[in-house]
């Protein structure tokens, strides 16, 4: 094991020295076993990579203040490693889990515990593979809980319910990730969308693979929903419902109602799902599809469950009720999305602060898209104009090397592993919205990362570029929370946008959608020193290489510093 942080050393001694903050931590222990399981959806029978044989995967759940330690054995032929998505990782970066960021994977026959501390957070986010395309069946909830004693800063719901979408893939999608590399196109899409891993009536063969939600009239549950899926940010909707969002990305907002919820891949939500006070005469879709602005194929099919009330004093058959369906927003709805995503606040009270930077030490400005690459010599590319598709980051697509950067960076032997040299803006500056980009925005390659001195405020604004057409593009942050200051259309103005910021109630969040032909605006703390990977969650874009990497110094006292690996960190 690693050298443990100081919440962890204080959770172990918390019961012999009775200190309130931690007098209720523990350590939580779950095995994850790695495993081939044969699975029907859509009346094909395939085997899946699964953890303990399920999908979605199992639950992990712990409360603010707790260790968490989970040992994972890989018992398949593909290695392995798993990322606890929106977990802060405090001086624990050697288990955050991106494959040659923070750790070689996981090989055959091999083991390897993820040993951290949920310090400053509380709600859902979720864990998954990461690595190539395992994380489409190799994920599953991970549910913060406040400390002991104390309560949500809003109605304590009846119950708790689980909500994650995903995909499912009648054929292998390391196969499909694979063959599109290879040629240079676009991959295949999905079979179908998902609820708690069934995709619903909607499709062929697939009435009786429906996730039902059984409720009591006059009652209040909190939804903790998570999209799961590979490639599409979604819409979801409860027919004749309202729901009151309350969290996002293991953070508490401003509450506010809405009958409609987008979320990207990598998001969660919390809501409160007020039931109606009578038994209704009807059952509701509940309903998700995919928000799309880009170019190319895209699954265009809704995934659907069903919310029905349990009336003990009538046992007629639910069939013949009524059975309605919500209004989803059309597919690209972008000023629809954009009203939606302005409406989330911190709290920013005195208990759940906003602590956004107000001053800025360093400032960045990346430009962020879907472009295109050479064709190698004797090959024959399928992407625009007989190129190949690649995905940049200030026109670096990253390349993943053999080796572990955190490794590499702790021991001082990043000669040949990766270079410091990032671009901290584009190197052609262009009409980034424009309708004619112009010729010089090829990619280049490079295995490349930002340094930043322990403690420095960052402030980075992300543009979308229209080079292949304007998309929405989610991006995510390791080892932080940001602040989300700013977003709008067109190109980011130096002069006129940053005076238009919030600092005072922004949004805090791990993963943020940058409009489709517009940009975000972000500021955080670089106060976790190791080396913290930031990428689209578009996993065929992050193939492509839309990812970079950020190196945070040590600081100069103790508990600033990165520890040492464990001892049974993967070797590559």
Known sequence: ?????????????????????????????????????????????????????????????????????????????????????????LRSGWFDGPAYITQCPIQTGQTYTYNFTITGQRGTLFWH???????????????????????????????????????????DPEAVINQALQTGAGPNVSDAYTINGFPGPLYNCSSKDTFRLKVKPGKTYMLRLINAAMNDELFFSIADHTVTVVGSDAVYVKPFTTDMILMTPGQTKNVLLKTKPFFPNATFFMMARPYFTGQGTFDNSTVAGILEYSNPHNHSSVNKLLLLKPILPPINATAIVANYTSRFRSLATAEFPANVPQTVDKHFFFTVGLGSSPCPGNMTCQGPNGTKFASSVNNVSFNLPSTAMLQAHFFGQSNGVYTTDFPTKPPFPFNYTGSSPPNNTAVSNGTK???????????????????????????????????????????????????KFNLVDPMERNTVGIPSGGWVAIRFLADNPGVWLMHCHFDVHTSWGLRMAWIVLDGPHPNQKLPPPPPDLPKC
């Open 129 to 171: 593979a990461h690595i190539s395309w395992l994380r489409a069946t190799l994920h599953g909830p991970l549910i913060i809980l406040p400390r002991r004693n104390e309560s949500y800063p809003f109605e304590k719901p009846y119950k708790e319910v689980t909500v994650i979408f995903g995909e499912w893939w009648n054929v």
């Open 449 to 499: 990362a930002v340094v930043l001195p322990f403690n420095s405020s960052v402030e980075l604004v992300m543009q979308d570029t229209t080079i292949l057409g304007a998309e929405s593009h989610p991006l995510h942050l390791h080892g932080f929370n940001f602040f989300v200051v700013g977003e709008g259309f067109g190109n980011f103005d130096l002069k006129k946008d940053p005076g």
């Open 1 to 89: 094991m690693g050298s443990p942080s100081m919440a962890s050393l204080l959770c172990s001694f918390c019961l012999l020295f009775l200190l309130p903050e931690f007098a209720f931590c523990k350590t939580r222990h779950y095995t994850f076993n790695i495993v081939s399981q044969n699975m029907t959806r859509l009346c094909t029978t395939k085997s899946i990579v699964s953890v303990n044989g399920r999908f979605p995967g199992p639950r992990l759940v712990a409360r603010e203040g707790d260790q968490v330690l989970v040992k994972v054995v890989n018992h398949v032929s593909h290695n392995i490693t798993l990322h606890w998505h929106g977990v802060r990782q």
